[in-house]
């Protein structure tokens, strides 16, 4: 990505606001006082359980009218929401609601408890949240650009959202007066429910790419690059934060839970140094491949004691992976195969008191100025593009979103996702240096949700951009 060349180096993607809106007193030393906080992590998560069962009643709701929140799609032969009359109005009723933004702290706190009770929580929680993410999802797809919409590979994604969604409400929710048996019988349902949800969903990254990639190729997306990058960012970012809230609750609870040092797809003392050397090696077997040598990785951890914090590894390895993968290649390149020895790609962990930092640096040559805005754009790309596929693979093992221009955009949407961001400096004709921010401390980490409202309805209906001017920008802090 940093080389202007375009000669194909493939990489692995596997993809899939509000800030969280629950904020906790940073730890002390006070064993009593941890104690408190993790039996009080755990009660807002049991909170946000007992709130999400009374939606219903309560109606965490956005202001919006339910009508309108079917968008352009309504009424459309062969939409299966508009034909079902029982499904649109529980797609617009979940579509109203807000959904929940929990931090890792939470997560992991309840992710501790492995009991009957934890398990019916969690199938509860979960059973009406991912049906609210989904609903919001659906919601996006059907006032998306009617471009992008009349796009078979598009329509093929949007029905599997319809399909997960009306496979879930078809399971009656949990009774008060329910028997544990009955319970217990309810929590294997909704497992097997999001089991079923998560492998469908597999393939949609590379599906909703093709989409994107065809659009382009016709010459189709001129005058609407802004928003449809806006309209990608909210929607990969919803799938992001759906798809660790299905692994996660499976993991701890599903046939492959485990009693690991895990909890969940969390590590509580993720080493970033290990990520890092996993991702490098990876990332440089690669470049290897390609261009029959590597740049050598030097790793810099002021701590002796190495940089452990509370994160999701997967996350981690997929932004340093693709990062670093980008570093090799541009220093591959601009050194060209007659170079005797290639300068090291620098990597710095350092732990701060709010920030959990890493720069990567290398001297591959940079890029202009010019282009640094393209880079986190879904239309972008500096390696060799794709040729369109006949027919999209369900799974994306064998299908890796190479040469789609989706790397970075992705990355940064991880780092966003519990609050942390992704920056890339440039020096055109040295290198680049890339800046990746996490939160230090789990509490600090809540997740970072689009959410679907009528003013971006209007916004994507007059083809204005989907962020009002006067409105704050949904992964900023203070937009909730």
């Not at 692995?12 to 906080?37: E, N």
């Not at 997560?107 to 929580?121: H, L, S, V």
């Not at 199938?123 to 993410?133: I, L, M, P």
């Amino acid at each position: 990505m940093w080389s202007a060349s375009r000669r194909l180096f493939p990489g692995r993607c596997g993809a899939g606001g509000l800030r969280g809106v629950v904020g906790w007193s940073r730890p002390t030393a006070a064993t009593k006082a941890a104690q408190r906080r993790a039996s009080s992590r755990a009660g807002a998560f049991a909170a946000a359980v007992r709130s999400n069962t009374a939606h219903a009643r309560t109606g965490r709701v956005l202001v919006a009218a339910p009508s309108r929140l079917l968008g352009t799609r309504a009424g459309v032969p062969g939409d299966p929401v508009s034909e079902d009359g029982e499904l649109q109005e529980a797609v617009s009723r979940f579509a109203r609601y807000i959904p929940h933004n929990l931090t890792l702290g939470q997560y992991t706190a309840f992710g501790q408890r492995n009991d009957d009770a934890a398990k019916i929580d969690s199938s509860v929680f979960v059973h009406n949240e991912v049906r609210t993410r989904l609903a919001h999802m659906i919601s996006e797809l059907r006032t998306s650009t009617d471009l992008l919409a009349k796009q078979d590979i598009i329509k093929r994604v949007y029905d599997v959202y319809i399909d997960s969604f009306r496979e879930l409400n078809a399971i009656d929710n949990l009774s008060g007066t329910a028997t544990l048996e009955e319970k217990l019988a309810y929590t294997e349902k909704v497992t097997e429910a999001i089991g079923a949800c998560r492998r469908r969903h597999t393939g949609i990254p590379l599906a909703m790419a093709h989409g994107v990639l065809q659009l382009k190729q016709d010459g189709l997306v001129k005058g609407m690059s802004r928003s449809l990058n806006e309209f990608l960012d909210r929607f990969y970012m919803s799938r992001v934060a759906m798809r660790f809230l299905n692994a996660q609750h499976l993991a701890l609870f599903g046939e492959a839970a485990s009693n690991r040092s895990m909890v969940g797809s969390i590590e509580p003392a993720c080493d970033v140094r290990q990520v890092v050397l996993d991702a490098a090696e990876h990332a440089g077997h690669m470049c290897e491949e390609v261009y029959f040598q590597r740049p050598p990785v030097e790793i810099i951890t002021p701590c002796s004691e190495g940089v452990h914090f509370t994160y999701v590894p997967g996350h981690l390895y997929h932004i340093t992976f693709e990062l670093l993968k980008n570093s090799f290649r541009a220093v591959a390149e601009f050194h060209g195969p007659d170079a005797t020895s290639l300068p090291p790609v620098r990597v710095v962990i350092v732990k701060g008191k709010q920030d959990v930092s890493i720069k990567i640096s290398d001297e591959g040559g940079g890029i202009s100025r010019s282009h640094t805005p393209d880079l986190f754009s879904y239309l972008y790309t500096t390696a060799e593009m794709p040729a369109l596929l006949k027919d999209v693979p369900d799974s994306m093992d064998s299908a890796p979103l190479a040469g789609f221009g989706y790397g970075l955009p992705m990355s940064r949407l991880y780092a966003r996702y519990f609050g942390g961001n992704l920056h890339v400096i440039s020096m055109e004709g040295f290198g680049t240096d890339a800046f990746v921010f996490l939160c230090a401390a789990a509490d600090d980490a809540g997740e970072v949700l689009p959410v679907f409202r009528r003013h971006e309805l209007s916004a994507y209906l007059s083809k204005q951009g989907m962020w009002m001017r006067d409105e704050p920008h949904w992964m900023q802090p203070g937009s909730s």
